[in-house]
């Protein structure tokens, strides 16, 4: 995010005429712009602070309840992966696109051809199982020498009233040449990465789906 300040010609001559001096090219060639923009980002800072103080109080989501409510991937983190897979996989007329952007483009340009569309699926997919292997990793279940192979399927639903991916993932490991296998499934929507509270409320659906998965494994102590 940036912001660009930039003063028009009509606004520098209003100034100067205030001022009581004509807009000439004489006088113009002789405004001190570097004063003029170190006054200028002074004041914005200042004027950018106050808009983030003054703003209502539930516009912003404060420092304790983002970590309150920041799961094991904050949507920041969601969004610099999307991008980056997003680039990998996506028709060259998109890949200067962010992936949220390139999602509103393919919901409301009718025009786009549904396989470009369906790329999109392959970057939910990969971050569905990146959760997977994550929750079993971070958490002592398995390690990364214990994956064997995650085997990604998902189906696009698009029309002019939705755009969702029905992703799913199997993911396979073995520990002491026994096999253990689990699947974990989520339909995602343009609306789940549009803020913070609503990906954390699909991360956890999905995290919770896997926890029954862990004691099934456990229970039984050899292939699942």
């Given at each position: 995010m940036e912001i660009?300040?930039?003063i028009g010609n009509e606004s520098i001559k209003d100034a100067f005429e205030k001022?009581?001096?004509p807009f000439t090219r004489e006088n113009r060639e002789?405004?001190?712009t570097n004063q003029v923009t170190d006054l200028i980002y002074s004041y914005a800072y200042d004027s950018l602070e106050y808009?983030?103080?003054d703003a209502d109080p539930d516009t912003f989501i404060s420092q304790k309840q983002y970590d309150q409510i920041v799961g094991s991937f904050s949507l920041d983190q969601f969004h610099c992966i999307a991008d980056y897979e997003f680039r990998e996989v996506a028709p060259e007329e998109f890949k200067h696109m962010a992936f949220i952007?390139?999602?509103h483009e393919f919901k409301h340009n009718s025009l786009v051809d549904f396989g470009d569309i369906d790329s999109a699926?392959?970057?939910?997919?990969h971050f569905l199982d990146g959760v997977l292997d994550n929750f079993l990793i971070e958490n002592g279940y398995f390690t990364d020498d214990e994956i064997i192979e995650s085997t990604p399927r998902w189906i696009t639903y698009e029309d002019e009233h939705r755009l969702e991916f029905e992703c799913r993932i199997v993911s396979?490991?073995?520990r002491n040449n026994k096999k253990a296998f689990f699947k974990v499934e989520y339909t995602f929507s343009i609306t789940d990465i549009e803020s913070e509270k609503a990906f954390q409320t699909a991360l956890s659906a999905i995290e919770d789906s896997i926890k029954p998965q862990i004691i099934g494994v456990y229970q039984n102590g050899s292939n699942s």
């Amino acid at each position: 995010m940036e912001i660009v300040i930039k003063i028009g010609n009509e606004s520098i001559k209003d100034a100067f005429e205030k001022c009581g001096i004509p807009f000439t090219r004489e006088n113009r060639e002789k405004l001190d712009t570097n004063q003029v923009t170190d006054l200028i980002y002074s004041y914005a800072y200042d004027s950018l602070e106050y808009v983030i103080e003054d703003a209502d109080p539930d516009t912003f989501i404060s420092q304790k309840q983002y970590d309150q409510i920041v799961g094991s991937f904050s949507l920041d983190q969601f969004h610099c992966i999307a991008d980056y897979e997003f680039r990998e996989v996506a028709p060259e007329e998109f890949k200067h696109m962010a992936f949220i952007d390139a999602l509103h483009e393919f919901k409301h340009n009718s025009l786009v051809d549904f396989g470009d569309i369906d790329s999109a699926g392959e970057v939910f997919c990969h971050f569905l199982d990146g959760v997977l292997d994550n929750f079993l990793i971070e958490n002592g279940y398995f390690t990364d020498d214990e994956i064997i192979e995650s085997t990604p399927r998902w189906i696009t639903y698009e029309d002019e009233h939705r755009l969702e991916f029905e992703c799913r993932i199997v993911s396979e490991f073995e520990r002491n040449n026994k096999k253990a296998f689990f699947k974990v499934e989520y339909t995602f929507s343009i609306t789940d990465i549009e803020s913070e509270k609503a990906f954390q409320t699909a991360l956890s659906a999905i995290e919770d789906s896997i926890k029954p998965q862990i004691i099934g494994v456990y229970q039984n102590g050899s292939n699942s």
